[in-house]
Each structure stands twice: as structure tokens, then as C-alpha cells.
């Protein structure tokens, strides 16, 4: 599997920070200040490389936000249109070519800033689970409630949300995309009616079936809608998917905050 690490490398291997962006032309605007977030405050170095994924029609807007930000990063382009697809659009990494490159994994939303050292996230020593903020609970649309067993202890437990994901690069979790991506593709060949929160009821779905995941590892180190600094390493503005001007206000209103803080 992927983490017998010795296979790619040794410890000299590197760690991937992703993101996608899709459907919406408004959200190169959330792009860029991801970007700029994770250049000013992100700390990168050489152990980790930016990758963008997007689509033929975004490819060069999205180079010129790297290049504005002098950020050497990459873009993986697939033929992703719809909403859905766009919020599924992070369970291709494993498709990535590069991916083999990488030792740890780290996906963010569009909707997210970077507040700290992104190393602080890549330092945390990983079990071979996904690694995801504590959010609502499994008896919510929002969260696989549709899939979950009527019967089961698990229809009412904590969750988390898919906003932020950490993880090793590895066979288990490779294992994990390629089954929700195949329930996701069952679900949309039956026809079924598109969650409002896309992929995710289906990520928690089999996360929690398959005990996979870690909610609580990232509990102070990301944030959902901070209204001050408490040296987090990610803020996530979350809010209806595909709903730009809903965020875009309070994640202006942070990034300028923290832009003061930080020149402190």
C-alpha cells in the first residue's frame, strides 16, 4: 500500500495541500483569497506543494491567482461541471498522476482561509483514518442520516464535516474514496434526489461504517465561522453549497482582520 513510505522515498517525501474549484465562476474570487491566505500565512516550504483542481474553462484563472501569488503550484484538470460534481470533485486525488509523491494529504474547501503554519497540520502523527473537524450528528440529512441502518447505534452519533480532511496518504483511505464515489455514482444512476450537502452525507456514511475517521484530533486547530483568533490553523466558512455571497462577506471581513493582527 501506499505507506510503506520506504517504497516512495523516505522521510524526504513531501506533504499535498488540495483544493477544487468548479461550476461557479464566482468562486475563483474565494480562491483567491485561499491563495493569498496560505501564502501570508501558511508558512509553505519545500515539503509541500499547492494543488488546484479544476476545470479547461478555470485552468488559466486559476494559474494567474497561483502566479499573482508567487505560489509554484499545480492543476489537475477534469471534465467537472455540475455542483454535485464539484463538491465530489476532491475524491479524484487518488487519480492525481503526483499522487504518489506525497505523504500526507490535506484537502480544503474554497470557502476556508489559512490562519497558521499549514506544518502544524502536517506534523500531527496519523493513524490511517481521515481526519475531519466534529460537526452535527447522523440523525441529520446533513450528516448520512438517508444511509444509515434504522436500526443501528450509529443513526445517532457525532459527525463531522468534510470541509477540511486530513490523511496519509494510503490504501485505506484510497479504499474509502472509491466506495463513496461508487455509492455516489449508484445513487445518481437511480436517480435518487442530490443531497443539499452533496458528497458529504455520503463521506461521513461510509467513514463512520467503516470506523475510519478521527473528529476530534482537529478540534482547536480548525474553526467554523471564528469571530476572533485563537491561533487556529484553518477558518472554514461554511455555509449552503454554492452559495458565494452568503460567505463571501465574512471571509473578507476575517482576512482583513487577520491581515492587522498578523502586521501587529
Not at 506533504?15 to 496560505?38: A, P, R, T
Request: with cysteine; glycine share 6%; net charge neutral.
Amino acid at each position: 500500500g501506499f505507506c510503506n513510505i520506504g517504497q516512495y522515498g523516505g522521510a524526504s517525501m513531501k506533504n499535498l495541500v488540495y483544493c477544487s474549484v468548479f461550476h461557479q465562476e464566482s468562486y475563483l474570487k474565494l480562491l483567491k483569497l485561499l491563495i493569498k491566505s496560505i501564502k501570508l500565512f501558511g508558512d509553505l516550504n519545500d515539503t509541500m506543494d499547492i494543488l488546484v483542481i479544476t476545470n479547461k474553462s478555470f485552468k488559466n484563472s486559476v494559474q494567474k491567482i497561483l502566479d499573482n501569488n508567487q505560489i509554484n503550484g499545480s492543476i489537475f484538470c477534469l471534465p467537472l461541471n455540475t455542483l454535485f460534481e464539484a463538491g465530489y470533485s476532491r475524491l479524484y486525488i487518488f487519480d492525481y498522476p503526483e499522487i504518489k509523491k506525497y505523504k500526507k494529504v490535506l484537502y480544503i474547501d474554497t470557502d476556508i482561509l489559512v490562519t497558521n503554519k499549514l506544518e502544524l497540520l502536517f506534523n500531527i502523527e496519523l493513524d490511517n483514518k481521515l481526519y475531519a473537524l466534529k460537526e452535527g450528528k447522523t440523525n441529520n440529512h446533513k450528516w448520512g442520516w438517508d444511509f444509515f441502518d434504522d436500526t443501528g447505534t450509529q443513526k445517532n452519533i457525532s459527525a463531522f464535516t468534510t470541509g477540511t480532511l486530513l490523511f496519509n496518504n494510503c490504501e485505506e483511505i484510497k479504499m474509502l474514496f472509491f466506495k463513496v464515489f461508487n455509492h455516489i455514482k449508484k445513487h445518481i444512476k437511480e436517480e435518487k434526489p442530490i443531497p443539499w450537502c452533496l458528497e458529504q452525507p455520503f463521506v461521513v456514511f461510509h467513514a463512520i461504517t467503516e470506523n475510519l475517521y478521527n473528529s476530534r484530533e482537529l478540534i482547536g486547530k480548525v474553526v467554523s465561522w471564528p469571530t476572533e483568533y485563537n491561533d487556529e490553523i484553518i477558518a472554514h466558512f461554511p455555509g449552503f453549497p454554492g452559495n458565494y455571497e452568503f460567505k463571501i462577506d465574512g471571509i473578507e471581513n476575517y482576512f482583513n482582520y487577520m491581515l492587522q493582527l498578523k502586521s501587529k
